[in-house]
Nanobody
């Protein structure tokens, strides 16, 4: 199983970035997916979740209204559109799947990508 994120970069506050996560090695359409982020010196933070079938989408309060998660089952790709970026959004962003226990935001995921860096300058 491989998860490969891309799309990170340096952007000014107020700007936008679009992240992608290409998944291989599992039936993507049947797996709920999640985005997490981790800033230096901080704990990993859950960002967003999208279910496999029901279409349930969840956002953390810190990104609600600014970020949009979506997926394309035909392309085995998960997306995260980020708008109105703030310096506090600076972090390495990871996609994850294969939730084995717990809730989407604090549970244990079996598969992780390597991360893509997002830096928002003030």
């Amino acid at each position: 199983v491989q998860l490969v994120e891309s799309g990170g970069g340096l952007v000014q506050a107020g700007g936008s970035l679009n992240l992608s996560c290409v998944v291989s090695g599992l039936p993507f359409a049947r797996y709920p997916m999640a985005w997490f982020r981790q800033a230096p010196g901080k704990q990993r933070e859950a960002v967003s979740y999208i279910s496999s079938v029901s279409g349930t989408i969840i956002y953390s309060d810190s990104v609600k209204g600014r970020f949009t998660v979506s997926k394309d089952d035909a392309l085995n790709t998960l997306y995260l559109q980020m708008h109105s970026l703030k310096p506090e959004d600076t972090a390495t962003y990871y996609c994850a799947t294969g939730l084995t226990s717990g809730s989407w935001s604090s549970g244990i995921y079996k598969f992780w990508g390597q991360g893509t860096q997002v830096t928002v300058s003030s």
